[in-house]
């Protein structure tokens, strides 16, 4: 059994999501970011970074593991799937899930910062990030113009980049003139899997999407940026 300690954020999407695609039993523990449950000593014993996602994997001695990408190969190591054993075909996966980690959700994130949390808009903030955003995505297309998938078969890195890309329209950024990567985020969305996993701990699509409470959420994820927490 796994425990899995998150909350409704990209990162948190990324271990729910692998674990349902895994089918591997999990028990799900929120944690309240914006109330700061990630910093107590009980969660710091787990992850001392103090962020989530993390997990206990209790079939190996309540052994922790912290760091998101980290996290995911963990977990398609565990069972052999999501990650190729081969040399050639496990680096394509980590790059493409490196590409994520050190890009995708960095700019995002700062585009989210700026675009949505922070109460004075700095505008050469926001341009800078989601220009810098929309090139990521750009370069997501690209490459899905002709695989299908990042790293040939469904793998972490589509996890992982999915992940963060569904939230496109939180950060301000549009996709409709990169049609394979819409492609491709449709064709990962219909996964069972995925639908599952997006929800958990809790649904918060609509709100992504600029839906009724939106403006609430945001205003309540300030505490996120200004109080030190994070994603």
């Not at 996602?53 to 912290?66: H, K, L, S, Y």
């Not at 398609?76 to 050639?88: C, F, I, M, S, W």
């Amino acid at each position: 059994m796994i425990d899995l300690y998150t909350a409704p954020t990209p990162n948190g999407w990324k271990a729910s999501v692998t674990l349902e695609e895994l089918g591997l039993p999990y028990e799900v523990h929120p944690v309240n970011i914006m109330a700061g449950e990630q910093k107590t000593p009980e969660f710091l014993a787990i992850n001392p970074n103090g962020r989530i996602p993390a997990i206990v994997d209790r079939d190996e001695g309540d052994f922790a593991v912290f760091e998101s990408g980290a996290l995911m190969i963990y977990l398609a190591e565990k069972t052999g799937r999501l990650l190729p054993t081969d040399v050639r075909g496990r680096s394509t996966v980590i790059q493409w899930l490196m590409f994520q980690m050190g890009g995708v959700g960095p700019m995002m994130g700062q585009a989210n910062v700026f675009y949505r949390y922070m109460p004075e808009k700095i505008q050469v903030a926001i341009d800078r990030y989601q220009q810098e955003t929309k090139r990521l995505l750009t370069v997501l297309d690209t490459r899905l113009k002709d695989h299908e998938y990042l790293a040939g078969d469904y793998s972490i890195a589509d996890i992982a980049n999915f992940c963060w890309v569904r939230t496109h329209p939180w950060s301000g950024v549009a996709i409709d003139d990169l049609p394979a990567l819409q492609r491709w985020l449709a064709a990962i969305e219909a996964r069972p899997a995925v639908e599952h996993g997006v929800k958990v701990p809790v649904d918060i699509s609509a709100l992504l999407k600029g839906g009724e409470g939106a403006k609430t959420f945001a205003e309540n994820a300030r505490t996120i940026v200004t109080g030190g927490n994070t994603k």
